[in-house]
C-alpha cells in the first residue's frame, strides 16, 4: 500500500537507472544461456528512496554478474498502476519484471500475462511459508523479498514522557490518544495525500484481528456471496478510524507519506500508524530516534488483537518476455543470499529470503519480529485480494474518506457506496 490519489492514465518517464555500462553490449548468450544485448524493463511503483537505492544496488549487482544486459526501469504511482498494466497489456508491451502481488493483479494472471515460476530455481530460495501470497491455484507467480507488517510506529521518548504504555487494548489505545493530546502532543501524524498513509493506516486495522474472523471476506464480497454491509467488522473498522482520525495533525488532508514519516521521525507527534515500509524512510530522517512498533489493537479482549503481515516487495514476471532467460537471472539474483542481504539492509527489514537478513536489525524490525515470533500474527496475503475493475473501485473509495465530510458523517451511506460500486461492476460484466 502506497502512495498517490487517483489521477489520469500516465506512464512515467523511464528513470535513469540503468545500471549497465555505456558501452556496446556484447551479442550471443552468456555460459549459462542468458540473453547478451537483452534490455530488460523493470516497471514499479515504489516511492520511498530506500527501496529505490536498493533496486539500484540489485541491479548494479545484477550487472556485474551479466554485463551484457542491460535494465531499464520506469515508474508510476500505485493508483495509476493497474491501468498503466493495462495500457502496456493492450499494446503488447508488458515489462519484463513488474512489482506487486500476483493476487491484487490477478486478472493478468488469468488472462496468461504472467510467468509461471513454479518449476523455475527462484521460488527455491524463497521460505516455502512466504509464498502463499504469491500462489493462485497452487502456482507461483510472483517472489516476495520481504515480510512486512502493519501497525503503530511510535516515540517511545514522547510515550514516556507522557506517561504513557505501550497498549495493548481497544480501550487503552483510546486513552493514550487522549492522554498524548491532553499534554500538548499530536497523537498520530498523517498524510492523506498519498493512499500509502491512509491506506496503511486502514489496512493495520482492518486485516489485522478483524479480518481474521472472517478471512475469505473479500473473495466472497467480489463473487456476490456477501456485501460489505453484512460485515459488522468491516464498520467496525471505520468507526475506529473516524476516533483516530480526530487525533492527527490537522493539516493531514494537504501532506503526503514522507510529510508524515518526517513529522514523526522529527517528533513532531507521537505515533504514524503505517506498514514496514515505513520503517527504512522513517530511520533515515532521523537515525538516533528512540522509535519502537506496536500492534494496532482494535478490540478489548486482548487475544484477539493480530497484528497484520504480508508478504511484501513481491516481483513478478512477464509471461511473453523476449528474454526469458534473462528475465530469470535478474529474478534469481534478486532472490539469491546475496540479493536478499542488499534487499534487507535498505529497507532494514526482515527478508523471506533464505539465509538472508539485515546486518544490523533495526529496534523496530525487532518489535515487529517478536509478534512474529508470537504467533500474533494475521497473514493478509494468504487470502485473495480484490482484483480488477474491483480493486480500482476499492481504491477510489477508501480515498475519499478523509475528503468527504458526509461519509464521515453517514458511515452506513458510506458502506452501502462500497456494496453500490460492487453491484454496478458486476452487472456490467
Known sequence: MRRKLLAPIAVAAALALSACSSSAAPSGVSSDGVENGATLTV??????????????????????????????????SLDQ???????????????DILFGSP???????????????????????????????????????GVPLSLGAGGVFYNKDIFAKAGVDVPKTWT?????????????????????????????????????????KDPNWRAEVQAGKKKFSDLDFFKESWQRFGVRNQYVNGDANQVGLDQSEQMFAKGDTAMVILGSWGLAPIRSYNPQGNFGFFLLPTFDTQKDNLMQVFTDDNWMASANSKYPKAQLAFLKYMTSQEGGKIWADAIQGISTVKGASATKVDPMTADIQKYINAGQVWNSSATDDFSGQY??????????????????????AYVGAFDSDFDRIRQSQ
Do not use: C
Open 43 to 76: 516497471l514499479h511503483y515504489l516511492t520511498e528512496k530506500p527501496k529505490l537505492d536498493g533496486l539500484n544496488q540489485l541491479i548494479k549487482g545484477f550487472n556485474k554478474q551479466y554485463p551484457g544486459v542491460k535494465v531499464q526501469v520506469e515508474s508510476t
Open 81 to 95: 498502476y493497474g491501468d498503466t498494466l493495462k495500457l502496456r497489456a493492450s499494446g503488447q508491451q508488458m515489462p
Open 103 to 141: 493476487k491484487t493483479y490477478s486478472e493478468f494472471v488469468k488472462d496468461g500475462l504472467i510467468r509461471d515460476l513454479t518449476k523455475t530455481d527462484v521460488v527455491n530460495t524463497i521460505d516455502p511459508k512466504y509464498l502463499d501470497g504469491t500462489t493462485i491455484d497452487g502456482k507461483v507467480y
Open 172 to 212: 487503552e489505545f483510546t486513552a493514550v490518544m487522549k492522554r498524548l493530546k491532553d499534554n500538548g502532543i499530536t497523537p498520530f501524524a498523517a498524510g492523506y495525500k498519498d493512499l500509502g498513509t491512509f491506506g496503511g493506516a486502514l489496512y493495520a486495522d482492518l486485516f489485522g484481528g478483524p479480518s481474521a
Open 391 to 412: 480493486l480500482d473501485a476499492w481504491f477510489k473509495r477508501i480515498q475519499e474518506y478523509p475528503f468527504t465530510p458526509k461519509w464521515q458523517s453517514d458511515l452506513n
